[in-house]
């Protein structure tokens, strides 16, 4: 039975991706699981796995090429199959290439999700009970992930499609205003009435756009919400002489977004600096915060790296970005030249320099961090989960380990060759992660 293997939807605002490379050519035997192929997108580059092992019996997108969410890219047929010229034309043409739905790929929380195979006649194998419900919510299966065996969509996985479109759907853009008049930037998505509200904080230099990959995840079973910090993104940036940038102060800024928006209680997931942050919340205002995932977090340990320090003291270029972008990134292929062009711009936007430069200066110094809370983790009675990337160079793993240490029933997940922004450079492995934590949360 041919598979036809589509572009995946990465993230809520995904609606297409590149071609950049093929590991293997017409005629090879592939693997389930196994690299096929390497696409990048507006902020990351990633492989495609063979959805099931057979032949590669035909390359329909070409280096180079753009292709929409869920258009086909290959034929993958069993071994001993034979398909015509003819055949894989009508493959080819029953299925959704061309059209880039709004919808998302379903939080992997129990089973992993895989893409449907089809039969001979490019039929969607999916289950009676899947397309009666297919139908009554109008959801193309085609756009379905399956969970069932053999690749069967089940009517479970037609509900949970159901929920992330409309997640996705509802994302909007939202400013708040501040009471002393600041405004930030946020992006909110997922069900309004979910039981859980996940709120995402980026590091020093980011923007809510660090979580594009991995906020699809989360957006059809949660309430979701991704902020741009003060002096970040599309937020404002007050000159550093009228504005308090330190850890203390911006954490107050969130906490009062989540009074403003109603988010509280919020689970609360932070980045680096975004992770200090969001522990400094927890700790001045717990009615606040339901839990929180440190990731790569800064303020549980002395050490910074000194390159990052030259990167930020050094004035904005396209080659500061690149350097800053290498030394986050164990992976090569996830620095981009958009990816360069974007960080550059952003750092060069009016206001954010000299907000970037005071946040780093605050938190920051060449004889280590300056805001160091591990010996507060005590404190805490929510539960927490720290996921790092084993080979960071800007916060070394060892910080994790003595958070755990401190926080006897925390969940420690060390990311195996995975640098300073696992979010990205591993994002089907992270929202597993996190997903599974979520799961384990006490009811409220």
Same mark, same amino acid.
């Given at each position: 039975?041919?598979?036809?293997?589509?572009?995946?939807?990465?993230?809520?605002?995904?609606?297409?991706?590149?071609?950049?490379?093929?590991?293997?050519?017409?005629?090879?035997?592939?693997?389930?699981?196994?690299?096929?192929?390497?696409?990048?997108?507006?902020?990351?580059?990633?492989?495609?796995?063979?959805?099931?092992?057979?032949?590669?019996?035909?390359?329909?997108?070409?280096?180079?090429?753009?292709?929409?969410?869920?258009?086909?890219?290959?034929?993958?047929?069993?071994?001993?199959?034979?398909?015509?010229?003819?055949?894989?034309?009508?493959?080819?043409?029953?299925?959704?290439?061309?059209?880039?739905?709004?919808?998302?790929?379903?939080?992997?929380?129990?089973?992993?999700?895989?893409?449907?195979?089809?039969?001979?006649?490019?039929?969607?194998?999916?289950?009676?009970?899947?397309?009666?419900?297919?139908?009554?919510?109008?959801?193309?299966?085609?756009?379905?992930?399956?969970?069932?065996?053999?690749?069967?969509?089940?009517?479970?996985?037609?509900?949970?499609?159901?929920?992330?479109?409309?997640?996705?759907? @509802?994302?909007?853009?939202?400013?708040? %205003? &501040?009471?002393?008049?600041? $405004?930030?930037?946020? =992006?909110?998505? #997922?069900?309004? *009435?979910?039981?859980?509200?996940?709120?995402?904080?980026?590091?020093?230099?980011?923007?809510?756009?660090?979580?594009?990959?991995?906020?699809?995840?989360?957006?059809?079973?949660?309430?979701?919400?991704?902020?741009?910090?003060?002096?970040?993104?599309?937020?404002?940036?007050?000159?550093?002489?009228?504005?308090?940038?330190?850890?203390?102060?911006?954490?107050?800024?969130?906490?009062?977004?989540?009074?403003?928006?109603?988010?509280?209680?919020?689970?609360?997931?932070?980045?680096?600096?975004?992770?200090?942050?969001?522990?400094?919340?927890?700790?001045?205002?717990?009615?606040?915060?339901?839990?929180?995932?440190?990731?790569?977090?800064?303020?549980?340990?002395?050490?910074?790296?000194?390159?990052?320090?030259?990167?930020?003291?050094?004035?904005?270029?396209? @080659?500061?970005?690149?350097?800053?972008? %290498? &030394?986050?990134?164990?992976? $090569?292929?996830?620095? =981009?030249?958009? #990816?360069?062009? *974007?960080?550059?711009?952003?750092?060069?936007?009016?206001?954010?320099?000299?907000?970037?430069?005071?946040?780093?200066?605050?938190?920051?110094?060449?004889?280590?961090?300056?805001?160091?809370?591990?010996?507060?983790?005590?404190?805490?009675?929510?539960?927490?989960?720290?996921?790092?990337?084993?080979?960071?160079?800007?916060?070394?793993?060892?910080?994790?380990?003595?958070?755990?240490?401190?926080?006897?029933?925390?969940?420690?997940?060390?990311?195996?060759?995975?640098?300073?922004?696992?979010?990205?450079?591993?994002?089907?492995?992270?929202?597993?992660?996190?997903?599974?934590?979520?799961?384990?949360?006490?009811?409220?």
């Amino acid at each position: 039975m041919p598979t036809i293997v589509t572009m995946p939807k990465w993230g809520l605002t995904m609606t297409s991706g590149t071609i950049t490379g093929w590991s293997r050519e017409e005629g090879d035997p592939v693997t389930e699981g196994a690299p096929l192929l390497t696409v990048e997108t507006e902020k990351a580059v990633d492989d495609v796995e063979a959805p099931v092992s057979g032949v590669l019996r035909k390359i329909v997108a070409n280096v180079g090429s753009e292709v929409p969410v869920m258009g086909a890219v290959a034929i993958i047929t069993a071994p001993e199959e034979v398909l015509s010229d003819e055949e894989v034309l009508a493959l080819v043409a029953t299925s959704s290439i061309g059209v880039a739905p709004t919808g998302g790929t379903a939080p992997h929380v129990v089973r992993e999700a895989r893409q449907a195979t089809r039969d001979a006649g490019g039929r969607v194998n999916a289950s009676p009970a899947a397309r009666k419900r297919a139908g009554e919510l109008n959801i193309d299966l085609a756009t379905v992930e399956a969970t069932g065996p053999g690749g069967r969509i089940t009517s479970e996985d037609v509900e949970r499609a159901a929920q992330v479109e409309a997640a996705a759907a @509802d994302a909007r853009a939202e400013v708040v %205003e &501040l009471g002393d008049g600041t $405004r930030i930037a946020a =992006l909110l998505a #997922g069900p309004p *009435d979910a039981t859980t509200t996940i709120v995402f904080l980026h590091g020093l230099g980011g923007s809510q756009s660090t979580w594009a990959s991995v906020l699809g995840e989360f957006a059809g079973a949660y309430r979701v919400v991704a902020l741009d910090l003060p002096g970040h993104g599309a937020s404002d940036k007050p000159s550093p002489d009228t504005t308090d940038y330190s850890v203390a102060g911006l954490s107050g800024r969130v906490g009062e977004v989540l009074e403003i928006l109603e988010l509280a209680p919020a689970v609360l997931v932070g980045h680096s600096l975004g992770g200090a942050i969001a522990l400094q919340l927890a700790l001045d205002r717990p009615k606040l915060v339901r839990g929180l995932v440190l990731v790569n977090s800064a303020g549980l340990g002395p050490e910074i790296s000194a390159e990052l320090l030259d990167r930020i003291d050094a004035e904005p270029s396209r @080659d500061e970005a690149r350097q800053l972008m %290498e &030394l986050y990134f164990q992976d $090569r292929r996830f620095i =981009l030249d958009r #990816g360069i062009d *974007d960080m550059f711009a952003a750092r060069v936007s009016p206001g954010a320099d000299g907000a970037i430069k005071s946040i780093a200066a605050h938190a920051f110094t060449r004889a280590g961090q300056q805001h160091v809370l591990v010996d507060r983790l005590g404190e805490l009675e929510i539960p927490v989960l720290l996921v790092w990337g084993e080979v960071d160079r800007v916060i070394p793993a060892s910080h994790a380990v003595a958070a755990a240490t401190a926080l006897p029933t925390s969940w420690l997940e060390i990311m195996e060759g995975i640098g300073h922004v696992p979010q990205v450079e591993a994002a089907p492995a992270f929202s597993r992660i996190v997903n599974r934590w979520l799961i384990s949360l006490p009811s409220r």
